[in-house]
């Protein structure tokens, strides 16, 4: 099915793994984004890229880095997890509306 | 900067009542507004949108009328089901080419 898929759905790490939070989608669309959800904060931009090549900082940057590897995939890494990273991401790409992933849920004990 | 506020919730109705969920906004110019529905489990979902002021978004039976003078979007639905349990986001874009900015959610609890 045409959209954004994001892998793993679910995942557990301990504070100082890193893992890397993949995204992809098949619609031919120039912009992406990765979000951060978190209970009673709504949805937070964490980074973003315009076009192939670009990356920019969102709203919560700090601890995270991000590649736009070519127009499908948008990956974020988090080089040392750490508790207050425990959230649910979501990734979106963007032509005229919004298609969001279904997201991955990841806990960091 | 932008900003959207909604109402606190949860919410928790009966079957067939009537919903209204609060949103306003403050933005520069003229935003496009949106409402979000996530389901459990899911991501986000486009429930309906409204792009200028006295425009009226719609669907599923859900309705929300871009009222710049009051600078709200409030979602209604006159009879709601079970089956619409699930968070509401209200956000805003300002510009053809930028981000967009969420409320903080609300949850909605349907009873039958």
């Known amino acids: 099915n045409a959209g954004v898929t994001q892998t793993p759905k679910f995942q557990v790490l301990k504070t100082g793994q890193s893992m890397t939070l993949q995204c992809a989608q098949d619609?031919?669309?120039?912009?992406m984004y990765w979000y951060r959800q978190d209970p009673g904060m709504g949805l937070r931009l964490i980074y973003y890229s315009a076009s192939e090549g670009t990356t920019d900082k969102g709203e919560v940057p700090n601890g995270y880095n991000v590649s736009r590897l070519n127009k499908r995939e948008f990956s974020l890494r988090l080089e040392s997890a750490a508790p207050s990273q425990t959230s649910v991401y979501f990734c979106a790409s963007r032509a005229n509306g919004y298609t969001f992933g279904s997201g991955t849920r990841l806990t960091v004990v | 900067g932008n900003s959207v506020t909604q109402m606190e919730g949860p919410v928790t109705l009966s079957e067939e009542a009537f919903l209204t969920i609060n949103c306003t906004y403050t933005a520069t110019g003229y935003p496009s507004l949106f409402w979000y529905v996530q389901y459990p489990g899911e991501g986000l979902q486009l429930l309906l949108k409204a792009t200028k002021a006295d425009d009226k978004g719609s669907n599923k039976g859900f309705e929300a009328t871009y009222r710049k003078e009051t600078t709200s979007f409030h979602l209604e639905k006159g009879s709601v089901q079970v089956s619409d349990s699930a968070v509401y986001f209200c956000a805003l874009r300002n510009g053809a080419n930028s981000k967009l900015t969420f409320g903080k959610g609300i949850t909605l609890s349907v009873r039958p």
């Open positions: 619609m031919n669309h120039n912009s």
